[in-house]
Antibody, heavy 116, light 108 residues
Framework: EVQLVESGGGLVQPGGSLRLSCAASGFTFSSYEMNWVRQAPGKGLEWVSFITNSGSTIYYADSVKGRFTISRDNAKNSLYLQMNSLRAEDTAVYYC?????????WGQGTLVTVSS | EIVMTQSPATLSVSPGERATLSCRASQSVSTNLAWYQQKPGQAPRLLIYGASTRATGIPARFSGSGSGTEFSLTISSLQSEDFAVYYCQQHNDWPQFTFGPGTKVDIK
């Protein structure tokens, strides 16, 4: 069974940093592209970042470019999102999701709250 | 950026009735469109990809159609577990994925 489990969310002050993790199991992690998708409270879905299976190609949404860094460790079956210079508008549930064109599997999400 | 719009924002339907949700793209996305279902407190679930292909385990009462800029998701006979928010997502402008704002299907 495919499982994606996010962790690392919490309350952080504006301008602060946070690192999210996503632990994958039930499939060959190193064979699949991965993404981060977020959802602000009561709002819709917003794609954040994409990484190829090898980690060699990475893309970001304009809203996070230059502030967020996606990475993966295939030996540890883990995906990461380093978030710096956080803003109030980054407050959201962050999901990791597997897929190249659409998101076939999702984690349960981790809540990031940016507030003073 | 390709902007996705969905209508209506809320659809009130009685159990057993048919529901048709619409999704429109600001420019052609061919059939590079997916639909998701999200229930409160849960992650989204993929229903349809390629505009009309059901994902594994999705009941046959869910069907997708359309191409270019106009798409629809039809639920042929609504079950209690189908009351949720539905999102469309384009990947024609890969990897700049964009989602629609969602349609909430609630009980009439």
């Amino acid at each position: 069974e495919v499982q994606l489990v996010e962790s690392g969310g919490g309350l952080v002050q504006p301008g602060g940093s946070l690192r999210l993790s996503c632990a994958a199991s039930g499939f060959t992690f190193s064979s699949y592209e991965m993404n981060w998708v977020r959802q602000a409270p009561g709002k819709g879905l917003e794609w954040v970042s994409f990484i190829t299976n090898s980690g060699s190609t990475i893309y970001y949404a304009d809203s996070v470019k230059g502030r967020f860094t996606i990475s993966r460790d295939n030996a540890k079956n883990s995906l990461y999102l380093q978030m710096n210079s956080l803003r109030a508008e980054d407050t959201a549930v962050y999901y990791c999701a597997r897929g190249r064109y659409y998101f076939y599997y999702w984690g349960q999400g981790t809540l990031v709250t940016v507030s003073s | 950026e390709i902007v996705m719009t969905q209508s209506p924002a809320t659809l009130s339907v009685s159990p057993g009735e048919r529901a048709t949700l619409s999704c429109r793209a600001s420019q052609s996305v061919s059939t590079n469109l997916a639909w998701y279902q999200q229930k409160p407190g849960q992650a989204p679930r993929l229903l349809i990809y390629g505009a009309s292909t059901r994902a594994t385990g999705i009941p046959a009462r869910f069907s997708g159609s359309g191409s270019g800029t106009e798409f629809s998701l039809t639920i042929s006979s609504l079950q209690s577990e189908d009351f949720a928010v539905y999102y469309c997502q384009q990947h024609n402008d890969w990897p700049q994925f964009t989602f629609g704002p969602g349609t909430k299907v609630d009980i009439k």
